[in-house]
């Protein structure tokens, strides 16, 4: 029984000591915003960012993740679950999407971070996550030119034309 024991305790070590290397599983938990174009599907969007206005003053994790510690690292295991989950079984939307959670995330930074100009505008309503949304406008704000963002195009997007 021991035997067993360990052969499938050193199975199961060994497997997830591979998964983790194979996947670079130890960048995720760096600022680092080349760990998010680990994954092909999203390169679109750290291309677009690289081209962006705010690749000089923000990271991905600025953007995307909570601020406070405990927050960022319970959204990198929440969003490092189903994205293991996603390319694993292959069952992601594409192009990806953000999902409504981490859209309120986001919509929290960027009033955050332009507090100063945008507070009163956003914050109009009593539930700041029923406000007005930032990337409503904004969209291209944090990836540049749409690079793979998901939602259908606006009408002059779909015809050429730059917003």
Same mark, same amino acid.
């Given at each position: *029984?021991?035997?067993?024991? $360990?052969?499938?305790?050193? #199975? &199961? =070590?060994?497997?997830?000591?591979?998964? *983790?290397?194979? $996947?670079? !599983?130890?960048?995720?938990? =760096?600022?680092?915003?080349?760990?998010? /174009?680990?994954?092909?599907? %999203?390169?679109?969007?750290?291309?677009?960012? %690289?081209?962006? !206005?705010?690749?000089?003053?923000?990271?991905?994790?600025?953007?995307?993740?909570?601020?406070?510690? #405990? @927050?960022?690292?319970? /959204?990198?295991?929440?969003? !490092?679950?189903?994205?293991?989950?996603?390319?694993? &079984?292959?069952?992601?939307?594409?192009? +990806?999407? #953000?999902?409504?959670?981490?859209?309120? +995330?986001?919509? *929290?930074?960027?009033?955050?971070?332009?507090?100063?100009?945008?507070?009163? *505008?956003?914050? /109009?309503?009593?539930?700041?996550?029923? $406000?007005?949304?930032?990337?409503?406008?904004?969209?291209?704000?944090?990836?540049?030119?749409?690079? !793979?963002?998901? @939602?259908?195009?606006?009408?002059?997007?779909? /015809?050429?034309?730059?917003?």
């Amino acid at each position: *029984m021991w035997t067993l024991l $360990a052969v499938f305790l050193g #199975i &199961f =070590s060994g497997v997830g000591i591979f998964t *983790m290397d194979h $996947a670079e !599983g130890l960048s995720y938990l =760096s600022t680092d915003p080349a760990a998010c /174009a680990n994954c092909h599907i %999203m390169q679109p969007q750290y291309d677009s960012w %690289m081209k962006s !206005g705010h690749h000089h003053v923000a990271t991905c994790v600025d953007c995307h993740l909570p601020h406070d510690f #405990i @927050g960022k690292y319970v /959204a990198k295991l929440e969003n !490092g679950y189903h994205h293991s989950k996603g390319f694993t &079984f292959q069952d992601f939307h594409e192009p +990806i999407m #953000i999902k409504e959670k981490n859209s309120n +995330i986001l919509q *929290m930074n960027c009033v955050h971070c332009h507090d100063d100009t945008a507070h009163d *505008m956003v914050m /109009a309503s009593d539930e700041p996550l029923e $406000a007005v949304n930032c990337v409503h406008c904004h969209s291209r704000v944090g990836h540049g030119p749409r690079g !793979g963002l998901g @939602g259908p195009l606006r009408e002059n997007e779909q /015809a050429g034309e730059t917003l």
